[in-house]
T-cell receptor, first 116, second 112 residues
Framework: EDKVVQSPLSLVVHEGDTVTLNCSYE??????LLWYKQEKKAPTFLFML????IEKKSGRLSSILDKKELFSILNITATQTGDSAIYLC????????????????FGQGTILTVHP | KAGVTQTPRYLIKTRGQQVTLSCSPI?????VSWYQQTPGQGLQFLFE???????NKGNFPGRFSGRQFSNSRSEMNVSTLELGDSALYLC???????????FGDGTRLSIL
């Protein structure tokens, strides 16, 4: 059964700090790893990584995937109070014939709290 | 472009009743997936529909079912509600079932 484990489960920092969130996974026929940010409502898409060692970057957020070691990290630099949220890591796998069925397996999430 | 729309936003039901939740995907998206989110279990996959066919199913009892219409809108039904069904139910859509999926705001279901 596919499994995703995130750490830490919660994190409290002050504005300006840099944080690193971790995600390890075990999945058969890995296809992609995704990061989402969830505040009060819908998880919003941050990054999707499919190739090892590729860094995705958007402003203060960046993420890298290590397919050999089966983990990913999400970095947030110069944190702001608006970064307070649950950060979710999820993986997708290829179905029969290489088709990527619409199933994501999520980790428990990391609750990030940024104090002013 | 409108996002994923879920209705209703909130529902209160009693044990033994049944409920139907609705999801309208992003225009042009043909795949709709459903997830249950609870504090204890996190986000868990329920099922996925593509071209009106259930293509993948998670480990939930048969009381949870769904369907998809020709316009890609989807409904999810839960029968004989139990207290443990209280959760946020999220719908996500994508073009063909690949990634990324885009989520709606969810329906919060409370069972009394």
């Amino acid at each position: 059964e596919d499994k995703v484990v995130q750490s830490p489960l919660s994190l409290v920092v002050h504005e300006g700090d840099t944080v690193t969130l971790n995600c390890s996974y075990e999945v058969t026929n890995f296809r992609s790893l995704l990061w989402y940010k969830q505040e009060k409502k819908a998880p919003t898409f941050l990054f999707m990584l499919t190739s090892s060692g590729i860094e995705k970057k958007s402003g203060r957020l960046s993420s890298i995937l290590d397919k050999k070691e089966l983990f990913s990290i999400l970095n947030i630099t110069a944190t702001q109070t608006g970064d307070s949220a649950i950060y979710l890591c999820a993986v997708s796998a290829s179905g029969a014939g290489g088709t990527s069925y619409g199933k994501l397996t999520f980790g428990q999430g990391t609750i990030l709290t940024v104090h002013p | 472009k409108a996002g994923v729309t879920q209705t209703p936003r909130y529902l209160i039901k009693t044990r033994g009743q049944q409920v139907t939740l609705s999801c309208s995907p992003i225009s042009g998206h043909r795949s709709v997936s459903w997830y249950q989110q609870t504090p204890g279990q996190g986000l868990q996959f329920l099922f996925e529909y593509f071209s009106e066919t259930q293509r993948n199913k998670g480990n939930f009892p048969g009381r949870f079912s769904g369907r998809q219409f020709s316009n890609s809108r989807s409904e999810m039904n839960v029968s004989t509600l139990e207290l443990g069904d209280s959760a946020l139910y999220l719908c996500a859509s994508s073009l063909f079932g690949g990634q990324p999926q885009h989520f709606g705001d969810g329906t919060r279901l409370s069972i009394l």
